[in-house]
């Protein structure tokens, strides 16, 4: 079998364990047996168009990622509190350290934010995605400072936080939330179910209303309906395929998606 279908099935095998999925859970999702996605991941078996974008909405990516065959950014969770913010450094493989304080504030933000809205039917993984970004961009523009500070990733479905995925397997190694497959009108759904209350003290009065207001104006919607919307936000429709979104670009927002007035001067 030449390289490229020993180089994509390694990345399938990557992304698959990136997302903390078994190859009896990729192949219920594609209709296949467990013994074929071993032998793509072993790049035995090629993969033809339709599995592969089936592949692309598994691992919540665009099939341009999966082709390219570039690697994720290296998500490292830093114990230290020592920097503010997340900082990505150019390397071979970017990589993307989250301090400890950043960590602690993604952590009780998604804990708030599944005791909250995380039992209704349409709020899964895609949903959680929006609504993370929606928090962190509509603070970012309202007060100029980061509340998460997550880096969000454009992709075909909307922005995705990089970190999630790490930020995840640590929490449920740490038994603080749990994941649950299931379907939502026959399509594959993930969802997250908190193990305990969020630290309340850890976020500020201005952060919680933030949050709230997100969650009262977008968890109602779906996976297709809230990455829709996604995509009519100028930081989103501005950033390029597969690049970071800068925050800064939420001072170009227009209506309905602006949350800040602006004086006229």
Known sequence: MDT?????GLRVKEMRGLRGLSQKQVAEKLGLKRSTISQIESGDRKINADELLKLS?????????????????????????????IEVKSEQRERINVPQKNL??????LIYILNKVGSKANVGETVIYKLLYFIDFDFYEKYEGQLIGATYIKNKYGPTPVEFN???????????????????YSYPQTKYLPLRKAKLEKLK???????????NKLSDMNATQISDY????????TTE??????????????????????SED
Request: net charge negative.
């Open 4 to 8: 490229i279908h020993k180089r994509l």
């Open 57 to 85: 909405r598994i691992f919540k990516v665009s099939p341009n990622n999966l082709l390219n065959l570039e690697k994720e950014p290296e998500v490292v969770l830093q114990e230290s509190e020592e920097k503010e913010h």
């Open 104 to 109: 602690e504030k993604f952590k009780e933000v």
């Open 166 to 184: 790490k930020i995840v397997e640590k929490m449920i190694e740490d038994k603080e939330i749990e994941r649950i497959e299931s379907d939502y």
């Open 205 to 215: 009065a201005i952060e919680i209303e933030v949050i709230d207001d997100v969650l």
């Open 230 to 237: 996604s995509h009519e936000d100028v930081p989103w429709l």
């Open 241 to 262: 395929e597969e690049k970071m979104i800068d925050y800064e670009l939420v001072f170009y927002r227009n209506p309905p998606y602006s949350v800040r007035e602006y």
